[in-house]
Nanobody
Framework: VQLQASGGGSVQAGDSLKLSCGASGFTFRAATVGWFRQAPGKEREFVAA?????????LYADSVKGRFAISRDNAKNTVNLEMNSLRLEDTAIYYC???????????????????WGQGTLVTVSS
């Protein structure tokens, strides 16, 4: 199983960016997929997650609620994170992760995820 995060880059505050997470080796629809991020000098933190199959329950960190949107593209076997109104504090390496059989209360817990991608860097400047 491999996850591949892509779409990172350097943008200005207020801009938008879309990250994608692709998977090989298993069906993405069967997994809860989450995005986490790690800013320089800080611990990795939860950003957003989407439940598996047709549940599609979504969870967002308070810091990104209303600005970020997570969605599935089943045809491409990807999960996307659309990031709008980016702020300086959104600068981080963004990681996608996938886990099977997550319950709703575990969606924001790193330990609940089985597979991790390599991360993609997002830099927001003023």
């Amino acid at each position: 199983v491999q996850l591949q995060a892509s779409g990172g880059g350097s943008v200005q505050a207020g801009d938008s960016l879309k990250l994608s997470c692709g998977a090989s080796g298993f069906t993405f629809r069967a997994a809860t997929v989450g995005w986490f991020r790690q800013a320089p000098g800080k611990e990795r933190e939860f950003v957003a997650a989407i439940k598996s199959w047709n549940d599609n329950n979504r969870l967002y960190a308070d810091s990104v609620k209303g600005r970020f949107a997570i969605s599935r593209d089943n045809a491409k076997n990807t999960v996307n994170l659309e990031m709008n109104s980016l702020r300086l504090e959104d600068t981080a390496i963004y990681y996608c992760a996938a886990g099977r059989s997550l319950i709703d209360s575990s969606m924001n817990r790193q330990q609940a995820y089985d597979y991790w991608g390599q991360g993609t860097l997002v830099t927001v400047s003023s």
